[in-house]
């Protein structure tokens, strides 16, 4: 029978297939851990006696809560150092390989699965952390879970799933310059909504998808789940594979010539049927910034702020008051005049080697605007010591941007990194919920490109925004190879 | 977890829309390490404001949340669903739910019963009318009674067994070791391994230090 991606990594998994209503077992691959999600996970397990039943399949890393600054000192922060300090106990006595604080593989989770060479086309991979989504960018399908799901996945290397529906997202064409993955995605949850992915895996497919470097793959994987999607997949293909070889995890001799057979297999049939289709066309799209306070609530960035009373639907009506209101923004504004005070580059949606290189071309010879606060943060050691062996730390040091040490900082917030209240911020992250970034802070998310565009200009600014004298690259794929 | 059957309680109406288990619970609360004690984070930032729902009297008791459509939604955080269950709220009625709250809420005990949203307004507009006013939600007969308003609600098979049993999900599974040990048999060599680990060589990383800020803020004021 036809199946789709999706479909097709399921059902290699099946331990047991669920009967008279009940979930099927599946196994679980790679179990990637972090500090914040899993001590009462450890605890669980430590309460009832039972042991890791894979560690061998279990890695774990300290991001959320690991400060930018200082890292060779005590963490400051006393909550987020016990928490620190729990996960390292917990790996210790229960034999999980951890990367820590000043560990040059210690970076966001998202980040270090691909980077190592464990994620992989094929595998079921999970996390306590929605973002877990990232992975599929392999053709994985991968999911964040819950504190409960952790214990489970821990003691049993499986997890009770009800199977999701599939829903295809073809972007045809070619990008035009300046807009790049983000601004993909960021287009297509505007589209279906916050909501619209619910109970799906999402496929993305066609030319603009293909084009993408995994880089970029994993950006729209990665905000699947603000379109409340749990997983997005994309097919393996040769750029996968190329992005995995020789990498220190991955299969070699036999192994990789019987995994990639295996891979190439890994698409969805020409027949198979998804329970809904989304199609767009990348010509269409432009540079993508959000307005409001969830992900949903983007535009163009040459639009303007909604005006709530031409809205038709009541709750959205609502919904946009409310968050027009919390971000002090003027209906009818043009996004272009919005004024940022701080530029935050990083996080596992955009603080990849990529985007610290798009965010480079054009920060390059460049100063930042006197009003804004410029943070680059890389997704992990390794991703900070590329950019380091490719220049470009001094390219954001001399543009007057701080350069940190890797972590999801202020993508949420937990460690030092934060905005103050009625605090601005252009950021590469990918939530902008209420407080998100710190208690009463404005988030607007955007590309790498448009956050260095607007710290040159202080306001909401594309490429395009910037003189001739400023280098431009390519549209897709970007022209982001190291010089 | 504790058999579920039955709850009625006082009815609290959020009327929001989208509400993000960052809301729900804000990130500076999940330092901590315990599963409990997680009351006074419940909708902190919201908390603040005098006339936030749960500032009311007549609704600070309030066991049943009636909230707008898709709760629950971007962070995977179990702890949104500790926090609600540490308040005291032991059903959250809304017309849609973002799958992973969902998933929470159903491995500890808190009822996760979604309703058509015409029918939360309908008891949005009881509770408001006569704040106080209990809500039974009945997980048997699958029903919702909010005053005249009696109407029906969903929720998975599987997960109603589960909350009406009061089973542990890691118990059920453990019962088919045998089967999870058979499967592990037949994984394929490709697979990748996390231990004995391998990476790149080792490599000193340099610490960041603060900077002198034009405007004279320190970096995170």
Not at chain 1, 146 to 155: F, K, N, P
Not at chain 1, 247 to 266: F, K, N, S
Not at chain 1, 361 to 379: N, T
Request: include cysteine; glycine fraction near 10%; charge should be negative.
């Amino acid at each position: 029978m036809a199946g789709t991606l999706a479909e097709k990594v399921w059902e290699n998994h099946i331990v047991r297939r669920g009967t008279d209503g009940a979930p099927d077992l599946l196994y679980i691959d790679l179990h990637l851990v972090h500090e914040v999600t899993s001590p009462q996970a450890f605890e669980g397990l430590r309460l009832a006696g039972r042991p890791v039943r894979r560690p061998d399949l279990t890695l774990a890393t300290e991001d959320h809560n690991t400060p930018t600054l200082d890292i060779d000192r005590p963490i400051a922060d006393t909550t987020s150092r016990t928490q620190i300090e729990t996960l390292r106990n917990n790996a210790k006595e229960f034999g999980v390989r951890l990367h820590s604080l000043g560990d040059a593989d210690q970076g966001i989770v998202h980040q270090v699965g691909p980077q190592l060479g464990l994620t992989m086309p094929g595998l079921t991979v999970v996390c306590g952390d929605s973002h877990t989504s990232t992975h599929g960018a392999f053709g994985a399908l991968a999911f964040g879970i819950g504190t409960s799901e952790v214990e489970h996945v821990l003691a049993t290397q499986t997890l009770p799933l009800a199977p999701f529906k599939t829903m295809a997202i073809t972007v045809n064409g070619a990008l035009p310059i300046g807009a790049t993955a983000k601004d993909i995605i960021l287009a297509v949850i505007a589209k279906i909504g916050t909501g619209g992915g619910q109970g799906y895996v999402l496929e993305y497919r066609g030319e603009a998808i293909r084009s993408l470097s995994m880089e970029g793959r994993m950006t729209i994987c990665n905000m699947s789940i603000e379109a409340g999607a749990r997983a997005g997949m994309i097919a393996p293909d040769q750029t996968t594979f190329d992005y995995l070889q020789g990498r220190p995890h991955a299969p070699e001799g036999a192994d990789w010539d019987a995994a990639v057979a295996y891979w190439e297999t890994l698409r969805s049939d020409d027949d198979a049927t998804f329970d809904a289709e989304v199609v767009l066309e990348a010509a269409d799209l432009e540079p993508f910034v959000t307005w409001g306070t969830n992900p949903g609530q983007g535009l163009p960035l040459s639009g303007s702020v909604p005006v709530p009373e031409e809205i038709a639907d009541a709750n959205e009506r609502v919904a946009a008051e409310r968050a027009i209101e919390y971000m002090g923004l003027t209906p009818g504004q043009p996004l272009r005049e919005i004024a940022v005070d701080t530029v935050f580059i990083g996080s596992c949606t955009n603080g990849r080697i990529e985007d610290l290189r798009a965010a480079a071309k054009l920060m390059q010879g460049q100063s930042k605007a006197d009003s804004v606060r410029v943070l680059v943060v890389p997704s992990s050691a390794r991703v900070r010591l590329q950019a380091e062996a490719e220049g470009l730390d001094k390219i954001f040091l001399d543009f007057g941007a701080e350069w940190r040490n890797a972590g999801c900082s202020m993508c949420l917030g937990m460690n030092p990194d934060q905005l103050a209240p009625g605090e601005r911020s252009a950021s590469t992250s990918n939530r902008n919920f209420e407080g998100r970034q710190g208690k009463g802070g404005r988030t607007h998310l955007v590309s790498p490109l448009v956050a260095a565009a607007t710290a040159i200009r202080g306001t909401l600014s594309s490429v395009s925004d910037l003189g001739p004298d400023v280098a431009v690259p390519d549209g897709s794929p970007l022209d982001l190879q190291p010089a | 977890m504790e058999k579920f059957t039955q709850h009625t309680g006082v009815g609290v109406p959020l009327r929001r829309s989208n509400v993000d288990t960052d809301q729900i619970i804000p990130a500076v609360y999940l330092k901590r390490v315990t599963r409990t004690g997680f009351e006074d984070a419940l909708f902190a930032a919201w908390r603040g404001d005098p006339s936030f729902v749960l500032n009311q009297d007549a609704y600070r008791t309030g066991s049943v949340l009636v909230a707008g459509p898709d709760f629950g939604t971007g962070s995977s955080r179990e702890h949104a669903v500790w926090a609600l269950k540490d308040y005291g709220f032991k059903v959250v009625l809304a017309s849609r739910f973002a799958d992973i709250f969902r998933g929470n809420s159903g491995k500890q005990g808190l009822v996760a019963a979604q309703l058509a949203q015409e029918d939360v307004e309908l008891i949005w507009k009881v509770l408001e009318t006569a704040p106080g006013t209990e809500v039974t939600v009945d997980l048997e007969a699958r029903t919702v009674t909010c005053d005249d308003v009696v109407v029906p609600f969903q929720i998975d098979d599987y997960t109603r067994w589960r909350l009406m049993e009061g089973l542990d999900d890691i118990g059920l599974t453990l019962q088919h070791e045998d089967e999870i040990t058979a499967f592990e048999a037949t994984r394929d060599a490709w697979r990748p391994k996390t231990l004995p680990a391998k990476h790149l060589p080792p490599v000193e990383i340099k610490a960041a230090r603060p900077v002198e800020l034009s405007l004279g803020r320190r970096p995170g004021l």
